[in-house]
Structure formats: structure tokens, C-alpha cells
């Protein structure tokens, strides 16, 4: 057994001894291409994303804006006319829509603000 292990172990020595020398002949001769990296693979597009992501980021953001402020501008107006036609239950509510209208202004803003910066600013960088 112990003839093994001796002989084993002299071989496993000679085996990296000889890696350590052929590697340098093998890294010299050797012809390595890169394959799957951006310089290889072919990146044309169409362009066709160039014009859809911004039209769909305007869409949504309209969305977002007009969406809330067609149920709350009928509900304002309807609080209103209550109170012209002297209904103080119903206008009462007057107060309840105006700060809902500002408050969801103020938070699309900020959003559409953030949308339009992040897919607008960054589909204009990349080159053809």
C-alpha cells in the first residue's frame, strides 16, 4: 500500500511539474475567441422599441392623471351644485374632494416626474 501512495503522490508531482511548463508553450500557441459578447453578436434593432416605450410611458402617465380626476371632478362638481341648491349634507363634502384633487395631483406629479426621467431621458442615450 505504501508503494502506492509513494507512487501516486511522485506522479501527481510530475503531473504538475509538467503542467507548470507546458502551460506557458500552450498559452503562446493557443488561438482563444470569445463567443456570446457584445462584440461578436450582431445588436441591430429595428428601432421600433425607440418609439413605442415613450408613447406607452406618456400613455400611462396621462393615465395616471386623468384616470383619478374623472371620479373626483364629477363627485366635486355634484358637492357644488349641492351647495348652491342649499343641501348642506351633500356639501359638506366640499372640503373632502378639493384635498383629494390636490393630494392626487401633487402624487402624480412626483410619479410622472420619476417616469418620464427614468424611460425618456435613458432611451435617448443609447447610439444606433
Known amino acids: 500500500m505504501e508503494d502506492k501512495s509513494s507512487s501516486t ?16 508553450e500552450k498559452a503562446s500557441t493557443e488561438h ?5 459578447t457584445a462584440k461578436t453578436e450582431n445588436l441591430r434593432d429595428s428601432g421600433l422599441w425607440r418609439i413605442l416605450l415613450p408613447a406607452v410611458v406618456v400613455l400611462c402617465c396621462l393615465a395616471l392623471f386623468a384616470i383619478p380626476l ?3 371632478v364629477p363627485l366635486l362638481t355634484g358637492s357644488i351644485q349641492a351647495l348652491s341648491a342649499g343641501n348642506a349634507a351633500e356639501s359638506q363634502l366640499l372640503w373632502v374632494w378639493v384635498t383629494m384633487i390636490v393630494i392626487e395631483v401633487v402624487v402624480a406629479i412626483f410619479i410622472i416626474r420619476g417616469l ?3 424611460f425618456l431621458t435613458q432611451a435617448g442615450n443609447y447610439g444606433t
Open 9 to 24: 503522490s511522485v506522479s501527481a508531482e510530475q503531473v504538475a511539474v509538467e503542467q507548470k511548463t507546458a502551460t506557458p
Open 32 to 36: 482563444r475567441e470569445a463567443y456570446g
Open 70 to 72: 374623472i371620479i373626483l
Open 116 to 118: 418620464l426621467k427614468i
